[in-house]
């Protein structure tokens, strides 16, 4: 019930071209899911959160889709560029709550 | 504004040693979390402060234990340390819980 699913682990995708990572929770108490980005050698950075009292969010090039009946929600990244390459972390929680639980994380290798 | 600073950057300890990892919270931010991340497990909770409180604690066994003290400021400590315990350990502050977290670069242990 606490799990965040993540997939795909790794995905290449040519510059310009549309990065989608997925992701599936169990816990229908969760009301906050952040997406993180993090590059090798520092911490994850915060890129995009959303409630799930809307059904996407958009800031410049990244979206957030939200789906409350399936219990999913997915990072779209539109025309990738290779400084996207990175590792992506959906985490999710409660509004009050004081941790994130983070999916597995995916790689994502954006190539010129 | 400063980030998150964590010391030491690196570091490498003998099975069955102690160690203590600090970390400085943004200023302002009350609420100090602890994650650990590994390859395998990829990223988990070990606990919360706030105002030098432990508000929530993972699953992990009582050799983790942490503190904050009156000006935010958290440490972490790992008793009789264990190859597995090997992982990079970050820490994240915030005005409060999960929201708007940012993380520090992190401090890599390693337990030989």
């Known amino acids: 019930q606490q799990q965040v699913k993540q997939s795909p682990q790794s995905l290449i995708v040519q510059k310009g071209g549309i990065s989608i990572i997925n992701c599936a929770y169990e816990?229908?108490?969760?009301?906050?899911f952040p997406w993180y980005q993090q590059f090798p050698g520092k911490g994850p950075a915060l890129l995009i959160a959303?409630?799930?009292?809307?059904s996407e969010k958009k800031e410049g090039r990244f979206t957030i889709s939200f789906n409350k009946s399936a219990k999913q929600f997915s990072l779209h990244i539109m025309d990738s560029q290779p400084g996207d390459s990175a590792t992506y972390f959906c985490?999710?929680?409660?509004?009050?709550?004081?941790?994130?639980?983070f999916g597995k994380g995916t790689t994502l290798s954006v190539s010129s | 504004k400063a980030g998150v600073t964590q010391t030491p950057r690196y570091l490498i300890k003998t099975r069955g040693q102690q160690v203590t990892l600090s970390c400085s919270p943004i200023?302002?931010?009350?609420?100090v979390s602890w994650y650990q991340q590994t390859p395998g497990q990829g990223l988990q909770f070990l606990f919360e402060?706030?105002?030098?409180?432990?508000?929530n604690k993972g699953n992990f066994p009582g050799r983790f234990s942490g503190r904050q003290f009156s000006n935010s400021r958290s440490e972490m400590n790992v008793s009789t340390l264990e190859l597995g315990d090997s992982a990079l350990y970050l820490c994240?502050?915030?005005?409060?819980?999960?929201?708007?977290?940012?993380f520090g670069s992190g401090t890599r242990l390693t337990v030989v």
């Open positions: 994240a502050s915030s005005l409060e819980g999960v929201n708007g977290y940012t």
């Open positions: 816990n229908t108490a969760f009301d906050y």
């Open positions: 959303i409630r799930p009292d809307v």
């Open positions: 985490a999710a929680s409660t509004q009050a709550g004081t941790a994130l639980i």
């Open positions: 200023s302002g931010h009350r609420s």
């Open positions: 402060y706030f105002s030098e409180t432990q508000r």
